[in-house]
C-alpha cells in the first residue's frame, strides 16, 4: 500500500511537470545503487589500468582516488537537482530548469557524445580481453555479439536488468576478492619485486601534475554515477532516492578502484616494462597468480563491460534521447515507449546503431577511443554546478551556502582543471561535437520553427 501511494505521488510530481507516467516504476533504492555499481564497474580497472597507469605516470591508484573525489562533488550537485526535478532526462533536464532551456539543450547534447562512445568503448574493452584468449576471433565481431544481446535484454524491460544486475555484481566482488588475495600473497613473497610501497599513490619527484592526464582518463570509469539519474521516472522511491544512491554507489565504487590500482603497482613496480598497456592488468594478474587469475580477470571483465556496464549505460542514453524526444529536441521517435514492455525501444535500436559503427570505426584504436569519451560528460558537470547556483541562489533565493554555493562552486574547478588536462583530440572532437549541436539547434529553430526555448522542463 506505501510503495503505491509513493507511486501515485511520483506520478503527480511528473504531471506537474508536463508529462504522464509512460514508463515502469519496479526500481528501489537498492536497485539504482546495484545499477549505479554496474556501469561503474567495480573492475573497471582490471581493462584500462595499464593506459590510465601510463598517463599517470605510475600512479593509477592516485589518480583513481583523485577521480572519486573530483566527481563525489558532481553528485552531491546532481542529488541536490535530482531532488528538485524526478526527471529521466538528468542533467539535460536540470540544466533546462537550473539555467534555461538552450543551456540544458547543450548540456544534454555534451551529455550524448559520451554516451555515445562510452557503449562503444566497452565493447571493445570486452572483445580485446576474448581477443586476448582467442586470438583467431575479431575484436569487433566480439563487440558486434555484446551489442545485439544486450539490445535484447534493455527492449525487454529495466526489470529483468535489474535482477542480472545483482548476480553480475556479487560475481565481480568475487573476482575482486580473488585478485587482492594473491596480490597480498604477491607483495609478501616478493615477487617480481613486489614491495608495500606508497610510489603507487604518490612519486615526490614528479609531482602532482603528472598525474592528472591519467585522472582524466580514470573519470571515464566513474561516469556510471550520473547514470543512475536517468532512472528517475522509474524507481518507487521519492525525490531524495537517487541522490542518496548516487553518492553511496560512487564511494563504493571508489574506494574498489584504489585499492586495485595500489595492489597492481606494488605487485609490478616497473610499470614501463608493460608494453601492451591494453592487456596490462592481465600481465600483472599473470605474474600473481597465473593463468588462472588471468583468464578470471579477463573473462571477468569481458563479462562486467560487454554485459552489465554496457547495458547500463545503453540504458541510460536511451532515457536522456527519451526526454529530450518528447521535448520535441531529438526526433519524435526516440519518444516511442513499447506498450507492453514499457522500454524507449526505438531509441535503445538507435544507440545499438551507433555503437556498431563506433566499434568498427576504433576496433584498432581502443586508446584513442579511452581518450575522447570524457569531453561531453565533463562540459556537462560544469554546466550543471552553474545550474545548481543560478537555481537556488537566484531563481528560488531558497539555499543553504555550503550545500548550493560552496559544494558546487568547488565542483566547478575541479572539472575544469580536469577538463583542460584532456586529450588535445578529445578537445577537438569535442568541440566539433558542440559545433554540429549549434547548427542542428538552429535548424530546429529556425527552419523546423520549433519553439525551443519553451520547452516543458
Excluded at 547534447?109 to 571493445?124: C, E, K, N, Q, V
Excluded at 545550474?387 to 543553504?400: D, G, R
Amino acid at each position: 500500500m506505501k510503495e503505491k501511494y509513493q507511486e501515485n505521488s511520483q506520478e503527480t510530481v511528473l504531471e506537474r511537470f508536463g508529462y504522464k507516467q509512460e514508463l515502469s516504476r519496479v526500481l528501489k533504492t537498492k536497485d539504482l545503487v546495484i545499477y549505479g555499481l554496474i556501469i561503474m564497474v567495480p573492475i573497471a580497472p582490471f581493462g584500462i589500468y595499464g593506459i590510465v597507469n601510463k598517463a599517470a605516470n605510475g600512479m593509477a591508484a592516485l589518480a583513481y582516488l583523485i577521480g572519486m573525489f573530483a566527481m563525489l562533488f558532481t553528485a552531491f550537485s546532481y542529488a541536490k537537482m535530482a531532488e528538485a526535478f524526478p526527471i529521466a532526462g538528468s542533467v539535460y533536464c536540470y540544466a533546462s530548469k537550473g539555467l534555461n532551456p538552450i543551456v540544458g539543450f547543450f548540456a544534454g547534447w555534451s551529455i550524448l557524445l559520451d554516451y555515445a562512445f562510452i557503449p562503444a568503448l566497452l565493447y571493445l574493452l570486452s572483445g580485446a580481453a576474448l581477443h586476448d584468449i582467442m586470438p583467431s576471433i575479431p575484436i569487433f565481431l566480439w563487440a558486434f555479439i555484446f551489442i545485439i544481446c544486450n539490445t535484447l535484454i534493455n527492449i525487454r524491460g529495466i526489470e529483468i536488468a535489474a535482477k542480472a544486475n545483482k548476480i553480475l555484481l556479487v560475481f565481480q566482488f568475487i573476482i575482486f576478492l580473488y585478485f587482492v588475495i594473491c596480490g597480498i600473497s604477491g607483495i609478501v613473497h616478493g615477487v617480481n619485486g613486489a614491495e608495500f610501497s606508497i610510489k603507487p599513490l604518490f612519486n615526490p619527484n614528479l609531482g602532482l601534475s603528472a598525474v592528472m592526464p591519467g585522472v582524466a582518463i580514470c573519470v571515464l570509469s566513474y561516469l556510471g554515477f550520473d547514470g543512475i539519474s536517468t532512472l528517475a521516472e522509474e524507481n518507487q522511491g521519492g525525490a531524495k532516492t537517487v541522490g542518496k544512491a548516487t553518492i553511496i554507489a560512487l564511494l563504493v565504487t571508489g574506494i574498489i578502484f584504489f585499492i586495485q590500482c595500489w595492489i597492481a603497482g606494488m605487485v609490478y613496480p616497473n610499470w614501463r616494462a608493460l608494453k601492451n598497456p591494453d592487456t596490462a592488468f592481465y600481465a600483472i594478474a599473470f605474474s600473481i597468480g597465473g593463468n588462472a587469475l588471468k583468464l578470471t580477470c579477463e573473462i571477468g571483465i569481458t563479462i562486467a563491460l560487454g554485459f552489465a556496464c554496457a547495458l547500463s549505460f545503453q540504458t541510460a542514453v536511451s532515457r536522456v534521447l527519451f526526454s529530450m524526444s518528447r521535448d520535441g529536441l531529438m526526433p519524435k521517435a526516440f519518444s516511442k515507449v513499447h506498450p507492453k514492455l514499457k522500454t524507449p525501444y526505438v531509441a535503445t535500436i538507435f544507440v545499438a546503431v551507433i555503437a556498431i559503427i563506433v566499434c568498427s570505426i576504433f576496433s584498432n584504436a581502443i586508446d584513442v577511443l579511452s581518450c575522447l569519451v570524457n569531453f561531453g560528460a565533463l562540459t556537462s558537470f560544469a554546466i550543471l554546478h552553474i545550474a545548481v547556483i543560478n537555481y537556488f541562489v537566484f531563481k528560488t533565493k531558497k539555499y543553504n551556502f555550503f550545500q548550493h554555493i560552496v559544494l558546487p562552486t568547488i565542483g566547478l574547478i575541479i572539472v575544469v582543471y580536469i577538463w583542460i588536462h584532456l586529450a588535445s583530440m578529445s578537445k577537438i572532437i569535442g568541440l566539433a561535437w558542440l559545433a554540429i549541436g549549434v547548427v542542428y539547434y538552429l535548424v530546429l529553430t529556425f527552419i523546423l520553427k520549433r519553439d525551443t526555448r519553451k520547452m516543458r522542463v
